[in-house]
């Protein structure tokens, strides 16, 4: 069975997944995967130092930071660059689907799962929400960016009242780390019970 599980930037989808990778499921990262499909070396990353050369560092790597900011103010650029991403990172993910057991439980941690199509090909979805103001703290403590940043990547990403019509199951982080744990185990007991 896949899972594909989202949520918006800082709303916690990666602390649901710590608790479900705790629990034995096989968790295949989005993110960790862009990362790869960009590595020194890589036709993806030929392709984005053609396009935005001064996002290359001097020692040949993608500097994120910088390729940020322009994707992030311009939708037309945005959506070049995920083009060159995204079907690299499901054929990586697809890859290691193909290595699991039959009738494994996998989990896709995908930031824009709804944005796209991707979330039709997953048997079940399950959407991370969290407040807006929490999620802007968040980020900006993790990432050391101010919060126009934030806000920015927040509007590249699509609306949470409509990730909500899309997903299965929805897990408000609106409290705790602790009500959050209790609420991803709930969801994850679920999940569980259809493939056993």
């Excluded at 896949?2 to 990262?29: P, T």
């Excluded at 036709?43 to 001064?54: C, G, S, V």
């Excluded at 290691?96 to 930031?111: F, Q, S, W, Y």
């Excluded at 101010?146 to 909500?164: C, S």
Aim: hydrophobic residues 45%.
């Amino acid at each position: 069975m896949r899972v594909g599980l989202s949520g918006g930037i800082g709303s916690g989808k990666s602390a649901v997944a710590d608790v479900w990778r705790e629990r034995g499921a096989l968790v295949i990262d989005a993110d960790v995967l862009a990362r790869e499909a960009v590595a020194p070396g890589t036709r993806a990353l030929k392709e984005i130092a053609l396009r935005w050369p001064t996002v290359i560092g001097a020692d040949g790597t993608l500097d994120r930071a910088a390729l940020a900011v322009i994707v992030f103010e311009n939708d037309a650029e945005r959506a070049v660059l995920n083009g060159i991403v995204h079907p690299r990172v499901r054929a990586l993910a697809k890859a290691r689907e193909a290595d699991l057991p039959t009738g494994a439980m996998v989990i896709e941690v995908v930031p824009l799962l709804f944005e796209g199509e991707y979330w039709r090909t997953c048997d079940v979805t399950v959407l991370v929400v969290a407040p807006d103001e929490a999620r802007i703290e968040r980020v900006m403590a993790r990432d050391n960016i101010p919060r126009a940043a934030v806000e920015r990547r927040m509007r590249a990403q699509i609306d949470p009242a409509e990730a909500r019509k899309r997903a299965t199951y929805t897990i408000e982080n609106d409290a705790d780390v602790s009500t959050l744990r209790t609420r991803a185990n709930e969801i994850y007991d679920a999940l569980a019970s259809t493939v056993s």
